[in-house]
């Protein structure tokens, strides 16, 4: 079924998608409609992954598709760390099972078959985490071009993935209310199509199917009464919402969840508008160590007031502090590494319950966004592991980069590095690299000639990024 994106300011409408994603007219955003009153049966018949869902998204023919096996996430029933809390029945969407480990794989597999329907032949990204190494590995996947705006405040571990998946990386502003704002004077200038999911609207649609997902795997009896979402640019509970009222249009769901949204303390406009009953405000200056949920000037932020409220829910904000125990509690008890953003619904979670807000007995789902193992402090853990470990990454390090000069064999390189290590040791680190496709190697004559792989050319350039920045 064919849809039409209409501006939430003036109502005007089109077919396709402008390049920069918002108003050709008023510069507003966009947002996906689709006409349901034929009564027409939907049913979903793919397996479950998110291009299941497609009959309720934007037409894209199989051939331009980009389906990495994104979406279909684990929905887990949390018994340790319910029992933990004092609570029965808290489930976990865990959303770190993605391809690049994050949620933004769903908004980039649909973005970007978008731009390859409709022909355009290069995209722009502004992040500070998530979507930027998503972009750019779907990107990685495609004929499509890509470049990608990262802030001064990014996290090193994200950004490597980034640099492992692209070379067209620069950094503009501070937070990421100023590359976005760089990103949409470069799309215009530069014909670049808008796929920063803040502004995209194709990312509302693909974030639903986390709902549509949930709802497919409950049952009547135990559908959620809440639902708990991190909130940055508003973007994800948004979507959450739109997707279990599209299912509730379509006879699929026969309840509604109430919906809860967190901030941290530090960055929470929505919930500061939520809690004087006002319009959302831009901060600032806003501050958290969670940057997946540093937005100072949220976009989807009325929208998400409107959702909180309509679904009768709440808005709370939660301290860094008690982010970074939700985080160790659930590795702790359900073996899950989350961000800090998702860490933060756990945190909200423990709040709400302390306070008897939520019924021990209700049934609660926590969505788990991203893996906290591209988290700044665990970057910053390894760099402080003991000598012996920094001077294994050294040596492998060194020879990278004489490999890189060009291909050579086991003594001569172990000569290149002024015989300091055993030569054993060399072949040892030989034999790592290879088991990690970073090199190859060949028989010519009666030496083992060792030549760097494209992985590894990727590798040493993000590892040699990463000490410039560190």
Same mark, same amino acid.
């Given at each position: 079924?064919?849809?039409?994106?209409?501006?939430?300011?003036?109502?005007?409408?089109?077919?396709?998608?402008?390049?920069?994603?918002?108003?050709e007219k008023c510069d507003s955003l966009l947002e996906f409609k689709m006409d349901y009153d034929d009564n027409r049966l939907f049913s979903f018949t793919e397996p479950l992954t998110f291009w299941r869902y497609s009959p309720l998204l934007p037409?894209?023919?199989?051939?331009?598709?980009?389906?990495?096996?994104?979406?279909?996430?684990?929905?887990?029933?949390?018994?340790?760390?319910?029992?933990?809390?004092?609570?029965?029945?808290?489930?976990?969407?865990?959303e770190t099972k993605n391809p690049t480990h994050s949620y933004?794989?769903?908004?980039?597999?649909?973005?970007?078959? !978008?731009?390859?329907e409709v022909? !355009?032949?290069? &995209?722009?990204?502004?992040?500070?985490g998530n979507?930027?190494?998503? &972009? #750019?590995?779907?990107?990685?996947?495609?004929?499509?071009?890509?470049?990608?705006?990262?802030?001064?405040?990014? #996290?090193i571990g994200k950004l490597a993935q980034m640099y492992i998946f692209s070379d067209n990386i620069s950094e503009f502003g501070e937070l990421l209310d100023n590359s976005i704002a760089h990103s949409e004077v470069l799309s215009e200038k530069e014909g670049l199509f808008q796929a920063t999911p803040e502004?995209?609207?194709?990312?509302?649609?693909?974030?639903?199917?986390?709902?549509?997902?949930?709802i497919e795997k409950t049952k009547e009896h135990n559908r959620p009464d809440w639902i708990i979402v991190p909130m940055g640019s508003g973007g994800l509970l948004w979507s959450i919402w739109k997707g279990f009222?599209?299912?509730?249009?379509?006879?699929?769901?026969?309840?509604?969840?109430?919906?809860?949204?967190?901030?941290?303390?530090?960055? #929470?406009?929505?919930?500061?508008? !939520?809690?004087?009953?006002?319009?959302?405000?831009?901060?600032?200056?806003?501050?958290?160590n969670a940057l997946e949920i540093l937005v100072g000037n949220p976009y989807w932020g009325e929208a998400a007031l409107f959702a909180i409220k309509e679904s009768n829910g709440l808005a709370i904000s939660v301290t860094d502090n008690e982010i970074i125990e939700s985080e160790k509690r659930l590795a702790r008890t359900e073996g899950i590494f989350a961000e800090s953003a998702s860490s933060a619904t756990l945190a909200g979670l423990k709040k709400l319950v302390d306070e008897g807000i939520i019924d021990k007995s209700e049934n609660i789902v926590c969505l788990i966004t991203g893996s906290g193992l591209k988290e700044p402090y665990i970057i910053r853990a390894l760099s402080e592991r003991p000598k012996i470990m920094g001077q294994r990454v050294s040596t492998k390090l060194e020879i990278l980069r004489i490999l890189e000069i060009d291909a050579s064999y086991g003594y001569a390189i172990w000569q290149s590095l002024g015989s300091r290590k055993s030569i054993q040791s060399i072949y040892q680190h030989l034999n790592e690299l290879e088991s990690k496709a970073l090199i190859k190697s060949k028989q010519v004559k009666n030496k083992k000639i060792f030549e760097i792989t494209v992985r590894g050319q990727k590798v040493l350039s993000a590892l040699e990024t990463l000490v410039d920045l560190l």
């Open positions: 079924m064919d849809g039409v994106f209409i501006c939430k300011a003036c109502k005007m409408q089109y077919k396709t998608l402008p390049l920069n994603a918002k108003c037409s894209i023919k199989e051939k331009n598709r980009l389906n990495w096996n994104e979406g279909g996430t684990p929905y887990l029933r949390a018994k340790k760390l319910s029992a933990n809390l004092g609570i029965i029945n808290l489930f976990l969407k865990d933004s794989d769903r908004a980039s597999s649909l973005i970007l078959s !978008y731009a390859l022909r !355009y032949l290069s &995209v722009i990204c502004a992040s500070n979507s930027g190494a998503s &972009v #750019a590995a779907y990107s990685a996947r495609s004929p499509l071009a890509c470049k990608i705006i990262v802030p001064k405040k990014v #996290a502004i995209n609207p194709l990312s509302i649609e693909a974030q639903a199917t986390i709902a549509y997902e949930i009222k599209t299912f509730k249009q379509l006879n699929l769901c026969d309840k509604l969840p109430r919906i809860i949204g967190v901030q941290a303390a530090g960055c #929470a406009p929505i919930v500061e508008a !939520y809690k004087n009953k006002r319009k959302v405000k831009p901060l600032s200056n806003p501050s958290t």
